[in-house]
């Protein structure tokens, strides 16, 4: 096992990547990863700082969205785009819409202060093809301001097709449309209507039409070497045996990466769906299928973020950029990103090295089970977080096949200055059901016994180390094959 570079950090003074970028202007860099095994050089350096396009990538870099985009050309049965709860995390949702010349002071004051920020995207509130001036004008500014900022769209695809060109012109180089269906039958179940040709279209005749444009917009995005991601949402006895059909034919047209999502279904969201009680998927069942799906890319670290998220995926900053905080005059300093990401590229290699020689562990074990792992982690690829101050746990898979992660589990946070209540550590132990072993890097006496009691074994005997690591050590204390870490568990 390597022995890991330790980052001992506390969340209320500095954050980790302000130790990260202390520990850069001390050591110097060495050269950018490599790409992983199964990713060419070109792909690799499109998606290599791109949290969504690149699951290693996400432990590093952060996205931020600018809510732009307000008008939508189609009805989405899971969607109302009324409602806004700050807390809440869902696409569509956003707090503040803004003018390009807003966004794009955002964007700087937020590049200023995040330094993993890689990725600007447009993500709604509404469609950011069909709201296309407000869209193109902020790519452009941003592009001027920060000409290295990769650029991100997310899009129904009706629109798309009248502007491949000009988003291969602007270098945005990552779309992602979302395809819930490649049959109008199970699409007249999901939309009912859609905005096209100066007219509205209702019923198979939409579904039509939208899966004709998102076929072809899909189609011409490939055509040009513009990494597509399809986003599909898995919506229980509507269209969850049908996204194996669509699965094979947006691979078929080059995508790039699927992405399965729950559906999120509440009443108080006022949709369609919440108010007819259409459920979504349990856990479970979103595994299973992409199960299903495996052998061909999959995404399962999608956060299903807001319209306004700011960040890593898992630590959404939003509520700290409100315009109202924003100057009005404000430049751009490159100091903090540039820093950040030389040091980055140093410890991918070493964190890359780790996860290889892992793997190389966890498959040469003679032993047939799979084990269950959260972790509490905030970037780096490390678990570096407290159990009392996790927003969600990253959960793999560890078994002889490889390290695998296959999803996340959101909790609310259980300390709140330095007590926790009751209600909500139940409710912690309620979301890490199924869990075999939880990592973090503090857990007091109660939760441990709580979780204990739930099956859950907690241990912060491999705090600070990298993830993969202590999972490939862990699986190796399971089989039997090493003594588990001395105070691994209670
Ligand atoms: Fe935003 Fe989407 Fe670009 Fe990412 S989100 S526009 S590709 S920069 Fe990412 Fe958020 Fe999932 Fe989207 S985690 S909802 S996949
Ligand atoms: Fe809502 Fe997006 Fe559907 Fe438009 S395309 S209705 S914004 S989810």
Known sequence: ????????????????????????????????????????????????????????????????HVAVAPACNIQCNYCNRKYDCANESRPGVASEKLTPDQATRKVIAVANEVPQLSVLGIAGPGDACYDWKKTRATIERVAREIPDIRLCISTNGLALPDHVDELAEMNVDHVTITINMVDPSVGAKIYPWIYYGHRRHTGLDAARILHERQMLGLEMLAERGILTKVNSVMIPGVNDEHLIEVNRAVKGRG???????????????????????????KAFELRALQDRLEGTKMMRHCRQCRADAIGLLGDDRGQEFTLAEIPHEITYDASKRRAYSQLVARERADQLAAKNEAIRTVM?????????????????????????????????????????????????????????????????????????????????????????????????????????????ALYTAECGIEPLAATATA
């Open 1 to 64: 096992m390597s022995t890991p570079m330790i980052l001992r950090e506390s969340r209320t003074s500095t954050t980790y990547s302000d130790q990260l970028l202390e520990n850069a202007k001390s050591v110097g860099c060495s050269p950018p990863s490599t790409a992983p095994g199964d990713t060419d050089p070109g792909t690799w350096d499109k998606i290599k700082n791109h949290p969504c396009f690149s699951e290693e990538a996400h432990h590093y870099f952060a996205r931020m």
């Open 255 to 281: 995508a790039f990466l699927h992405n399965v999502m729950p559906l999120i279904s509440n009443r108080i969201h006022g949709t369609y769906y919440g108010l007819t009680g259409q459920r979504g998927p």
């Open 364 to 472: 040469s074990v003679e032993y047939g089970g799979s084990v269950l792992i959260a972790v509490a982690t905030k970037g780096g690829g490390r678990i570096n977080e407290h159990f009392g101050h996790a927003k969600e746990f990253q959960v793999y898979a560890v078994s002889q096949s490889g390290i695998k992660l296959t999803g996340h589990r959101r909790v609310e946070q259980y300390c709140l200055g330095g007590w926790g209540e009751d209600a909500t550590l139940d409710h912690i132990v309620n979301a890490l059901e199924g869990i075999d072993i939880l990592l973090c890097v503090k857990i007091g006496d109660r939760p441990r016994k709580l979780l204990i009691q739930a099956g859950v074994r907690a241990t912060d005997a491999y705090a600070h180390e990298y993830i993969e690591t202590a999972l490939g």
